[in-house]
């Protein structure tokens, strides 16, 4: 196990050129901290962000409710130290635009630790939005909702944020938090417009009249800074609220197109009603990564293939709609047998043979990522 | 088809291949991997002159008759392409639901995604939407031995398994030929509106753009020309040593808000307002600016990138500028003041100067750059001279993971062979 947690400097601000210069043991929120007298802060802004660390949201090519309108970690990269599986040190990128050669930077984002381990990384800062501004918007079905997330998406405005909680989700997060959410309803989404103060009106006009015309049961626009970050807060913290409502639990992160949200969130729902499993659900709607998460007592005989069962054909639903395994959590081990149902054979040699030119001999994180004939200590 | 007059760097192609979909393009790869073959991608050919000297003649696998959408969902905001399909016919495309594919690297007309990606062309929209790495989401691709593979989907966040998509990114040709590719797209704004400005220097220019992202601004380009550049751009009189465009892409009120902030900014910072364009104009404006650097007037040309650190760019600036005058040559400078690149070209009578002057000035500027902490890579230049020059100039450690790389790929060195950086 090699921690990281001791390498927790930022090394420098560089406005002028936008970039930050970190260790891989910051965490996330330190450094928007940081940037943030200057107006500036850097954008991935995965909801764990208080407590990820920058090497982690490499590895994981993270993402956060605003990797919608802004990107994923991937996106706010530009050089990266790493130290190899033989020990040596490498310069990955340049802090200058365009390095020349391959994109290596790109290729170690998201990686999983099996390339190497960051030891230093030059990230991209944003300017932060003049404004930003909140809409709260309740629906008596996920349809309608999902609806309205589509029809946002095609209208030619991007949300800096785009998120859905089901109703068991508002019903965990009321409990915990008393939030003041609307209840009794089946769905609601968070849409954050930010940018040009003169841009946001007519923006969040339109997007309301599209959530009215979706079937919105009840809209709210938050009229102070207290009443966003309020919203925010209990998005936020919603998945750690699901904690006091069962003893386990297992969280998707599958991603599908768009247009095929509606679609593939009824049959989600379903296939968790055949079986019995109660679902609460998070969603980058956005984006069309989803987070249901399946409520359960491991203690009951077989529930374990069971719940795998479901979470297997629960993939399967998003992969046969042109989705795919993972947005942002990654395949780890635990997934890395399903990426036959995304990859042919070659495709899946490709990935190999990018491994193989890193860390040839499996010496950083083995058995993750690929199917197990693929690793060779197998 | 055979009698092309098909040239890479004055490198006849024995024979050209047009594959029309991509299982042809797959069994035309794996019979000249099967004999040995090496072959070179070509899309519209508007980048051959990008890249050192091939190490042998190559069959040329043109792309031209692989083009076409392959499928177009305008409520997902993504679009897929065969590889060899022009940017200008994507870019109508997409017009018709009002959207758009935010690159714009030279020569649209010509271009195809298949080159923009390989050779991972950009141009002034990178300052807000970036470059082929932030659009590109999904890929088909054929490897030097005639194997398809694809990577990614029709998806805005994607993390199964290694990002492939980033890797055949601006590897020119030289890991497989692709046959399609998907991009995330973005609406248009409902209003464009362009500022010029004319500053002394390009110190003056670039500190400008400070101020303009200090008070909040949020500009679709901020592109430096040197007078030079901007006359043979609007073919008016030069108005200034250097001229700062803006353009501002959102809806009509917000534009017009910037524009009147940045005419308050650039009073008080010395700039003097040359020109203001709207919507109509400046896109028109905007299609010719990204093809400037690429149009010459016929005589010998010299094209550089350089790539510094922002507190170096205006030397860097001057340096290129007394590169021009030393050379007598007519000189164009174009700054992505965003991201502190500088093309340089530089045009002078057919053979004034011998290899030895030209390689010892780009070796002047490589060292220029490299103590500014960027690099300068040689995109266009006589080909006798490229004998001589790696025109990457890329000297990193990690050019030894790069050639693993492309080892693992093509073990035998079929593709595209000695173009990419350290002759790989």
């Known amino acids: 196990m090699l921690s990281l947690t001791r390498m927790k400097s930022i090394l420098e601000l560089d406005f002028e050129n936008r970039q930050a210069v970190v260790q891989p043991g910051v965490i996330n929120l330190d450094v928007s901290r940081a940037a943030a007298p200057a107006g500036y802060y850097f954008a991935p802004d995965p909801s764990s962000q208080m407590v990820s660390t920058i090497g982690g949201n490499l590895a994981e090519n993270a993402g956060g409710p605003h990797c919608l309108k802004y990107g994923t970690t991937t996106n706010h990269v530009t050089a990266l130290e790493v130290v190899l599986p033989s020990g040596n040190i490498m310069e990955l990128g340049s802090r200058a635009s365009d390095c020349p050669g391959y994109d290596l930077v790109g290729v170690f984002t998201g990686s999983e630790g099996t390339l190497g381990v960051v030891t230093r990384a030059v990230l991209k800062l944003s300017r932060l939005p003049q404004s930003a501004k909140t809409l709260l918007a309740a629906f008596g079905s996920l349809k309608d909702a999902c609806d309205a997330v589509s029809s946002i998406i095609a209208c030619g405005i991007i949300p800096a944020a785009l998120e859905m909680m089901d109703r068991r989700m508002i019903a965990a997060v009321e409990a915990a938090r008393n939030a003041g959410l609307p209840t009794n309803v089946d769905a609601v989404l968070i849409i954050e417009l930010d940018g040009l103060t003169a841009a946001l009106p007519q923006q969040a006009d339109h997007v309301a009249n599209l959530c009215l015309q979706s079937g919105c049961k009840e809209l709210r626009v938050a009229k102070s800074e207290e009443e966003r970050q309020a919203i925010w807060k209990s998005r936020k913290e919603a998945f750690g609220t699901v904690g006091r409502m069962t003893r386990d639990l297992y969280m998707h992160d599958a991603v599908v197109p768009r247009n095929r949200l509606s679609d593939v969130v009824s049959r989600i729902y379903e296939c968790a009603d055949r079986a019995g499993v109660p679902l609460a659900s998070l969603a980058h709607a956005g984006d069309g990564n989803l987070h249901p998460i399946l409520l359960f007592d491991i203690r009951k005989e077989g529930e374990e293939e069971r719940i795998m069962s479901l979470v297997h054909e629960m993939l399967k639903i998003c992969v046969d709609a042109g989705g795919t395994l993972s947005g942002e959590h990654g395949i780890g081990s635990e997934k890395c047998e399903y990426m036959d149902m995304l990859f042919s054979a070659a495709d899946l040699t490709a990935m190999q043979r990018l491994r193989v030119a890193f860390n040839p001999d499996e010496l950083c994180n083995p058995g993750k990522i690929l199917p197990s004939r693929f690793h060779s200590y197998c | ?424």
Request: hydrophobic share 40%; net charge negative.
């Open chain 2, 1 to 424: 088809m055979t009698g092309s007059i098909l040239e890479i760097d004055n490198i006849g192609v024995p024979r050209e291949e047009t594959p029309e979909s991509p299982r042809e393009l797959a069994r035309i790869m794996r019979e000249l991997h099967d004999a040995g073959t090496p072959m070179a991608a070509v899309g519209g050919g508007t980048k051959l002159h990008i890249g050192n000297l091939l190490r042998s003649a190559c069959v040329a696998v043109r792309t031209g008759r692989l083009s076409g959408i392959v499928e177009y969902e305008p409520d997902n905001l993504t679009v897929s392409v065969l590889a060899g399909t022009p940017l200008l016919e994507l870019q109508e495309t997409l017009r018709a639901h009002n959207q758009f594919l935010p690159l714009d690297p030279p020569l649209a007309e010509r271009a195809t995604l298949g080159g923009i990606v390989a050779c991972n062309s950009s141009g002034p929209l990178r300052f807000r939407y970036g470059t082929v790495r932030d659009m590109l989401i999904g890929i088909g691709i054929v490897h030097a031995d005639g194997t398809p593979t694809k990577a990614g989907g029709k998806l805005v966040k994607n993390v199964s398994g290694y990002d492939m998509c980033k890797l055949y990114t601006g590897s020119l040709g030289t890991l497989g030929i692709f046959s399609d590719l998907t991009f995330r797209v973005q609406p248009r704004s409902d209003a464009v509106a362009t500022v010029m400005l004319g500053y002394v220097s390009l110190r003056e220019a670039l500190e400008a753009t400070q101020a303009i992202l200090r008070a909040d601004l949020t500009p679709d380009a901020l592109e430096a020309l040197s007078g030079s550049a901007f006359a043979q751009l609007t073919g008016d009189a030069p108005v200034a040593p250097w001229v700062l465009l803006v353009r501002f892409g959102e809806a009509d009120g917000a534009v017009r808000w910037q524009v009147d902030r940045l005419r308050e900014i650039a009073s008080a910072g010395g700039g003097k307002i040359a020109n203001a364009l709207g919507t109509q104009e400046s896109e028109e404006f905007w299609g010719r600016a990204a093809s400037a650097r690429e149009n010459g007037n016929g005589a010998e040309p010299l094209l550089v990138k350089c790539s510094v650190m922002y507190k170096s760019a205006p030397d860097t600036g001057q340096f290129m500028a007394d590169l021009g005058d030393r050379l007598q040559a007519r000189t164009l400078l174009y700054c992505h003041c965003g991201s502190c690149i500088l093309y340089g070209r530089y045009e002078w009578p057919q053979g004034a100067y011998t290899e030895d002057v030209l390689l010892r000035e780009i070796a002047a500027l490589r060292r220029h750059c490299a103590a500014a902490g960027g690099h300068a890579v040689v995109e266009k230049i006589r080909s006798d001279v490229k004998r001589s020059l790696d025109v990457w100039g890329y000297q990193g450690p990690a050019i030894e993971l790069m050639r693993r790389i492309k080892h693992e790929f093509d073990p035998d060195g079929l593709l595209n062979p000695g173009r990419f950086v350290g002759g790989i």
